[in-house]
Every structure is written in structure tokens, then in C-alpha cells.
């Protein structure tokens, strides 16, 4: 008898992957694969390094299944996981970005001239993506993640709000500021004033 595993809920997927089933935890990361790759890009802005980031949340993933709530959103369980996956690649980068007294010439000048000139229209929209991820992936901690994991991730503010451990209202502030911030960042600052206004 074969099984339709995408007919399983998620805790029961849970519970027969700890029970060695390993389609189960294969379909597990099918429907979720994206989504964490969604929060992972825009949290790093970087496309490889978010593949990265995916590969690592689902060995922690795998590893701490026992651990898994059955009542609780699997997504959201995930989220969290690549969420702290993330911080971990953000602290590596900075260590290694202080260790080597610089930054790296050759990765800004490929970066400067992928964005100098676009072939077609998906280039162009591309292009945007690119750009706002990067502004994305520039935000404080405290305002990047509620904005991911809502408006990129889909969770709903309350979903969003246990997961960080904060109220509803103050993910709606932060997201709302998130947002300001960003138009800030794709408008260069321009059309603000200087400081003070």
C-alpha cells in the first residue's frame, strides 16, 4: 500500500519521520523549501547564501523534530529555525568582515556591474528584486523580521507576534516602521531633508 503523502498534516508528518520514514520529512521540506528560502533571501539579500541558510534549517529541522509542537504552525516552526540560522550567518559575516580590514574589491565591483544595465524588462524587474532585498536585508533585526515573516513569509500578525514573543501591536508598529525605513532606503534618502527635518 502506498501512502499520498501530501495528504498527511504536518504533525503527522512530524511523527513518522522520528519514526525513520524519510519521505515524510522529504515532504516536509517540499512544502516549505520556498518559504524558508523567502525569509532566508530577504533576510540575507543574497541568493546563494540563503540556499545555504535553507540546507541548514532543515538539518537543524530534522534534528530537533522531537522537539516539534504538533499544535503549532509548521511554517512557523521553520521560520524560526531559519530566522536563527540567519542571525548565525549575519554574526559569521561580521567576524569575518572585521578579520579581513575591509571590503571585498572584487565582490562590489560584480556587484556594480550586475546592476548597471539592464537587458529586458525580467532583467529590469529582477534588478528591482535585487534591490530591495538588499534594502530589506539592511534593516535592524527588531523591524527585518517582523516584515519578513508577515508580508514575505505570510504569516499572520498574531503568528508572527508568538513566534517573536512580542504583542500583535507592536508587530504592526514594527512592520509599519520597517516599511518607512525601506522607503527611505530605495529612495536613497532623497526628497527626506538632512538631518533634523
Not at 529590469?124 to 519578513?148: F, G, N, S, Y
Not at 507592536?170 to 518607512?180: H, L, N, Q, S, W
Amino acid at each position: 500500500m502506498s501512502v499520498d503523502w501530501s495528504t498527511l498534516s504536518d504533525g503527522d508528518l512530524a511523527a513518522l519521520s522520528l519514526a525513520g520514514r524519510q519521505p515524510a520529512f522529504a515532504e516536509i521540506l517540499r512544502r516549505y523549501r520556498a518559504p524558508v528560502f523567502r525569509v532566508a533571501r530577504a533576510w540575507t539579500g543574497e541568493a546563494d547564501e540563503a540556499l545555504d541558510i535553507v540546507q541548514e534549517t532543515f538539518v537543524a529541522a530534522h534534528r530537533a523534530l522531537g522537539r516539534y509542537d504538533g499544535t503549532r504552525a509548521m511554517q512557523a516552526w521553520l521560520s524560526t529555525i531559519a530566522l536563527n540560522k540567519c542571525r548565525d550567518w549575519a554574526r559569521r559575516r561580521a567576524v569575518r568582515r572585521f578579520l579581513s580590514f575591509g571590503f571585498d574589491h572584487a565582490t562590489q565591483a560584480e556587484t556594480v556591474a550586475h546592476d548597471a544595465v539592464a537587458i529586458d524588462d525580467e532583467a529590469a524587474d529582477r534588478q528591482e528584486l535585487d534591490q530591495v532585498t538588499r534594502a530589506i536585508a539592511t534593516l535592524p533585526d527588531t523591524l527585518k523580521t517582523p516584515l519578513i515573516l508577515h508580508t514575505i513569509d505570510g504569516l499572520p500578525q498574531a503568528e508572527v507576534a508568538a513566534t517573536l514573543g512580542i504583542s500583535a501591536k507592536a508587530v504592526e508598529t514594527r512592520i509599519y516602521r520597517a516599511r518607512v525605513a525601506l522607503t527611505e532606503k530605495l529612495r536613497g534618502g532623497q526628497g527626506g531633508g538632512g538631518p533634523g527635518a
